[in-house]
């Protein structure tokens, strides 16, 4: 029998039948049915103009114009008023410090939850404990540092009569920036638990054991494999608490009802306030800051967390 005789015809498989290529036809069927997907997205899309770019568009483009609704670069060059610098200098160094704590300790703990099971009642109840603290926030947050901390608080109540200690000799350090620091490593390292751990949990036995089989230590495992591998999410899970703590307004607005000291607070006097700093609308000027601020943080987090995801494939 030659080649042509085969069923399956000259050079062909045995009995398998040629691939039919859909008709004409379907291509319009095919085209409605994705024409009609996009219609899920219609509300979420709304959502997202209505309540967020909508808003946003109004807040900055208030930054651009006077009481009399003339377009002034005014506000925009109140932006380096020492007074205006100070606020984000305070809260740069706030988000900093938080970021970093909240990231060396929420690592830790990943690190140690890697020990447990996934499905064990401590694993879970971490996790869960987690997602909820990590959204526990503004006047709920605040009174319960208040009633702990305060300067009628449990803690400092006890801490005066068993040691004789007093936290409020130097001031009512709760209500001022340094007092802040608290309060946000509170939802700060479990947010830092919840983005991080799935990187941890992604770490491939196979070069742990690679590494034991070529005689590395459990040093240089963590120091040449694992570290350059984390290191991506690492910072761009501190740049997620960064920008987590430089717009959270809540809490601060909670404890601090006196000056404005970062620039939340800053916006909120602007817009309560008919001037500050002698210019109106200043409050659209701090918002595009905050904004730039904002996006110069996400964008190298999107970066980073690209550069994760190759490995976690």
């Given at each position: 029998?030659?080649?042509?005789?085969?069923?399956?015809?000259?050079?062909?498989d045995?009995?398998?039948e040629?691939?039919?290529?859909?008709?004409?036809?379907?291509?319009?069927?095919?085209?409605?049915k994705?024409s009609?997907?996009?219609?899920?997205?219609?509300?979420?899309?709304?959502?997202?103009?209505?309540?967020?770019?909508l808003?946003?568009?109004?807040?900055?483009?208030?930054?651009?114009?006077?009481?009399?609704?003339?377009?002034?670069?005014?506000?925009?060059?109140?932006?380096?008023?020492?007074v205006?610098?100070?606020?984000f200098?305070?809260?740069?160094?706030?988000?900093?410090?938080?970021?970093?704590?909240?990231?060396?300790?929420?690592?830790?703990?990943?690190?140690?939850?890697?020990?447990?099971?996934?499905?064990?009642?401590?694993?879970?109840?971490i996790?869960?404990?987690?997602?909820?603290l990590?959204?526990f926030?503004?006047?709920?947050?605040?009174?319960?540092?208040?009633?702990?901390?305060g300067?009628?608080?449990?803690?400092?109540?006890?801490?005066?009569?068993?040691?004789?200690f007093?936290?409020?000799?130097?001031?009512?350090?709760?209500?001022?920036?340094?007092g802040?620091?608290?309060?946000?490593?509170?939802?700060?390292?479990?947010?830092?638990?919840?983005?991080?751990?799935?990187?941890?949990?992604?770490?491939?036995?196979?070069?742990?054991?690679?590494?034991?089989?070529?005689?590395?230590?459990?040093?240089?495992y963590?120091?040449?494999?694992?570290?350059?591998?984390?290191?991506?999410?690492?910072f761009?899970?501190?740049?997620?608490l960064?920008?987590?703590?430089?717009?959270?307004?809540?809490?601060?607005?909670?404890?601090?009802?006196?000056?404005?000291?970062?620039v939340?607070?800053?916006?909120?006097?602007?817009?309560?306030?008919?001037?500050?700093?002698?210019?109106s609308?200043?409050?659209g000027?701090?918002?595009?800051?905050?904004?730039?601020?904002?996006?110069?943080?996400?964008?190298?987090?999107s970066?980073?967390?690209?550069?994760?995801?190759?490995?976690?494939?």
């Open positions: 029998m030659t080649i042509a005789d085969t069923p399956g015809g000259a050079g062909g045995v009995g398998v040629p691939r039919r290529h859909p008709g004409p036809a379907a291509e319009p069927t095919r085209r409605k994705r009609w997907a996009f219609l899920g997205l219609t509300p979420f899309a709304f959502y997202v103009l209505a309540f967020l770019a808003p946003t568009i109004l807040a900055l483009a208030t930054g651009f114009f006077d009481t009399d609704g003339t377009i002034t670069l005014g506000n925009i060059a109140a932006l380096f008023d020492p205006i610098v100070n606020t200098i305070s809260s740069f160094w706030l988000s900093a410090l938080t970021a970093v704590v909240g990231a060396i300790v929420g690592a830790v703990i990943c690190y140690a939850m890697l020990g447990a099971r996934p499905e064990g009642r401590l694993r879970q109840t996790e869960s404990a987690s997602s909820v990590a959204q926030g503004g006047v709920m947050l605040a009174f319960a540092f208040i009633s702990m901390m300067a009628a608080g449990l803690v400092t109540v006890l801490l005066k009569s068993t040691i004789h007093d936290i409020y000799a130097d001031g009512v350090w709760l209500y001022t920036v340094p802040l620091i608290l309060p946000y490593l509170y939802f700060q390292i479990p947010l830092m638990v919840i983005v991080f751990l799935p990187a941890m949990e992604g770490l491939k036995p196979q070069w742990a054991e690679a590494n034991a089989t070529l005689g590395g230590t459990r040093f240089t963590w120091t040449r494999i694992a570290a350059p591998v984390l290191a991506p999410a690492f761009g899970s501190l740049l997620l960064f920008a987590n703590a430089f717009s959270a307004f809540a809490t601060a607005a909670a404890l601090i009802s006196q000056g404005s000291q970062i939340p607070l800053q916006i909120r006097a602007a817009l309560v306030s008919e001037t500050i700093l002698g210019r609308n200043m409050a000027a701090l918002a595009l800051g905050m904004i730039v601020v904002m996006i110069i943080v996400m964008t190298a987090y970066f980073l967390q690209k550069r994760t995801t190759r490995w976690q494939r």
